[in-house]
Nanobody, 116 residues
């Protein structure tokens, strides 16, 4: 099993920045993809960004140019640098990880609130 622990959420004004971190523990040595998803109140959970073990990244159109995902395989950690935050970025952000394609493991989430 793999455990994921997120950190770095909080309250920020529009235009500000936050950096999220997620560290995997347990049998985390063969995670092919790690990523960030978010869920706003009353909405479904959507992908924000994901990164392969080799560093290939995919972003949701809504965050391209503002968010950057990165990964440290030695530390089993994935990061999400969020710049130029907007009120519509407000959501609970979840870290996900998988040995395959679809996410298998999830963190408990960290709340990001962007005030206008």
């Amino acid at each position: 099993q793999v455990q994921l622990v997120e950190s770095g959420g909080g309250l920020v004004q529009a235009g500000g920045s936050l950096r999220l971190s997620c560290t995997a523990s347990g049998t985390a040595f063969n995670l092919q993809y790690m990523g960030w998803y978010r869920q706003a109140p009353g909405k479904q959970r959507d992908m924000v960004a994901r990164i392969s073990r080799g560093g290939i990244t995919i972003y949701a159109d809504s965050v391209k140019g503002r968010f950057t995902i990165s990964r440290d395989n030695a530390k089993n950690t994935v990061y999400l640098q969020m710049n130029t935050l907007k009120p519509e970025d407000t959501a609970v952000y979840y870290c996900g990880a998988t040995r395959y394609i679809a996410m298998e493991f999830w963190g408990k989430g960290t709340l990001v609130t962007v005030s206008s």
